[in-house]
């Protein structure tokens, strides 16, 4: 399975489905919850790289907020510190990190 999809496979088993952990081949991730924000977040890995998968907080100002006030499930993935991609409904948004942080297509 390709990293982009398995992005997109956190996201459809944490938001669509909204399962309490995240199987990934023979792994279990547990969803977690921040308690401020009251946000759902997942650490994970695919091969040696760490990601973390982060739900979209409505309350800032960016576009991608203003997309999950409207209804919109949206998770954000970091890996080395940086925001590499998000899954908006089942589709996938590389950012510029990606390519700049040589990550597997």
């Not at 997109?8 to 279990?28: C, F, I, N, P, Y």
């Not at 919850?33 to 309350?59: C, H, M």
Request: charged content about 20%; aromatic content about 10%.
């Amino acid at each position: 399975m390709t990293l982009g999809e398995t992005l997109t496979m956190v996201w459809q088993q944490t938001l669509a489905d909204g399962q309490e952990k995240v199987e990934l081949g023979h792994e279990s991730y547990p969803v977690t919850v921040f308690r401020a924000k009251k946000l759902r977040s997942v650490t994970f890995s695919y091969g040696e790289l760490g990601i973390i998968g982060i739900e979209q907080n409505p309350a800032t100002s960016s576009r991608w907020a203003a997309l999950a006030r409207e209804g919109n499930r949206i998770r954000q993935f970091r890996c080395k510190g940086r925001y590499v991609a998000n899954v908006c409904e089942g589709k996938l948004q590389r950012y510029p990190a990606w390519t700049a942080l040589a990550l597997p297509h």
